[in-house]
C-alpha cells in the first residue's frame, strides 16, 4: 500500500520523484514504521545553491507565440516552489528531480553579466528585445545575495538595450532606479504574475512567492515610476482559480497595470504527476474536476505543445475562459498583450566605450 505523502512546509511539490533520464524511480510506501506528528524527527529540506559558469549569455528562440526571440536566465531552479511551473522538467537535464530538487537544489549563474556584455559587444550583435527571466523568476530569494539581475540590468542600461522582465516577486522594485531610467526611452515592460487574490491558495500554489498584495503594491510603484505593467493571470485552473480572472484584472488595472495576459495551466512533461499529487493532497475533492476539464481543454490531453493552442487550449471551457478575457480587458481598460503592454524601440541601442577603446574622430 502506498503511504501518504504529506507536504514539506514551504515547500510546493509534495514528493522529489527522479526525472525523466533517471534509470530508477521513487515510490513513497508505507512499511509499517510511523513516526507521529512529530515532524522534527524529520531533517529540514535545506536549499542548496551551486555556483556555475555561464558560457553563453543568450537563449534562442523561435516559437511563434512569444513576443521575443531571446532570453536571459540568471538562476536555474526556482525556490519560490511553484507547483505549477513548466520550468520544472528542466531540473532533469541536471540529473536532479523536477520535484523538491527544482525549489532547493539550485544554480546560479554568477558571470552572466560579463558573458552577456561580450555578446551585445560583437559587431555582428543585432538588437532585439530580451526577455529577462523566461525560464525561472529573476527574482527569486537567491537574488537579495547574488543580485545576478541586477548586474544584468545594469548592463543592459549602459547598452540601451530593450528588456522585458516577468516575476513575482515584490523584489523588483529595488531596481526601480533602472527600470524608470530605461521606460524613459521605451526600453521596458514588466509582466507581473498574478494567479490568485485568495492567500491562502497563493500559500499551497506558490509557496515562497510574494503574497498577491504584495504583487499589486509592486505593479503600483513600477507604474507610479513610468514602467509599463502587465499583468500575467496564469495559470489560471479549471474550479480552482479561473474564476477570479475577473477580479483580478480589475485589481491590477487599479494598481496601474496596462496590459494583461492569461494562460490556461500548462502541464509538461513531470509537471502533470507533480500537479497531480498536489491536487490530491491539498484539494482531493476537486482533483478528478480539475483533470476533467483540463482535458476537455487540450484536446483528451493534459498537454499539447501545437504553438496554436498550448497557452489557452481549445474546446467550450477555454473558448468561455477567452471571452471572459477579452471583455474584462475591454471593462478594465487593459491592452490583450503577447508578453508585454507595448512594443520596446531598439532605436536607443549604443556600444559605450570599454577600456581601450578610442574615440572616433571623424
Known amino acids: 500500500m502506498r503511504d501518504q505523502v504529506l507536504p514539506k512546509k514551504g515547500r510546493g511539490a509534495v514528493s522529489n520523484a527522479a526525472g525523466r533520464f533517471e534509470p530508477l524511480a521513487r515510490h513513497a510506501v508505507d512499511d509499517g514504521w510511523h513516526l507521529g506528528e512529530d515532524d522534527q524527527a524529520l531533517p529540514k529540506l535545506r536549499t542548496e545553491v551551486t555556483v556555475e559558469r555561464a558560457k ?65 559587444r560583437k559587431p555582428s550583435y543585432k538588437p532585439a528585445p530580451v526577455m529577462l527571466g523566461a525560464n525561472t523568476d529573476p527574482y527569486q530569494p537567491l537574488e537579495r545575495e547574488h543580485r545576478v539581475t541586477r548586474d544584468l540590468l545594469e548592463v543592459l542600461h549602459r547598452f540601451r538595450h530593450p528588456v522585458m522582465i516577468v516575476t513575482k516577486s515584490h523584489a523588483i522594485t529595488r531596481d526601480v532606479d533602472i527600470l524608470a531610467d530605461m521606460a524613459k526611452d521605451n526600453l521596458v515592460s514588466v509582466g507581473i504574475s498574478l494567479c490568485t487574490l485568495d492567500g491562502e491558495l497563493a500559500r499551497t500554489l506558490e509557496p515562497r512567492a510574494a503574497t498577491p498584495a504584495r504583487r499589486l503594491d509592486a505593479m503600483r510603484i513600477l507604474a507610479e515610476a513610468g ?49 497531480r499529487e498536489w491536487l490530491q493532497t491539498h484539494v482531493p475533492h476537486k482533483a478528478k474536476r480539475v483533470m476533467s476539464l483540463l482535458r476537455q481543454s487540450r484536446g483528451g490531453q493534459l498537454y499539447v505543445s501545437d504553438f496554436n493552442a498550448r497557452m489557452t487550449g481549445t474546446g467550450v471551457h477555454a473558448q468561455l475562459l477567452g471571452r471572459r478575457f477579452d471583455l474584462a480587458c475591454k471593462k478594465n481598460g487593459l491592452i490583450p498583450a503577447k508578453l508585454g503592454a507595448c512594443i520596446l524601440s531598439t532605436k536607443a541601442f549604443q556600444r559605450p566605450l570599454d577600456m581601450g577603446d578610442q574615440f572616433i574622430l571623424f
Open 56 to 120: 553563453s549569455a543568450l537563449t534562442r528562440n523561435s516559437s511563434p507565440d512569444i513576443a521575443f526571440d531571446r532570453s536571459l536566465n540568471p538562476y536555474r531552479g526556482c525556490e519560490h516552489g511553484c507547483v505549477y511551473c513548466y520550468a520544472r522538467p528542466s531540473h532533469a537535464y541536471m540529473n536532479l528531480s523536477p520535484g523538491l530538487d527544482f525549489e532547493s537544489k539550485l544554480f546560479v549563474k554568477k558571470d552572466l553579466a560579463q558573458v552577456l556584455e561580450a555578446e551585445l
Open 227 to 275: 514602467v509599463p505593467v502587465t499583468v500575467l493571470a496564469a495559470p489560471l485552473v479549471p474550479t480552482l482559480n479561473d474564476h477570479e480572472l475577473e477580479a483580478i484584472l480589475a485589481a491590477s488595472a487599479k494598481a496601474g497595470a496596462s496590459g494583461a495576459k492569461y494562460i490556461l495551466l500548462r502541464l509538461p512533461r513531470e509537471v502533470k504527476d507533480l500537479f
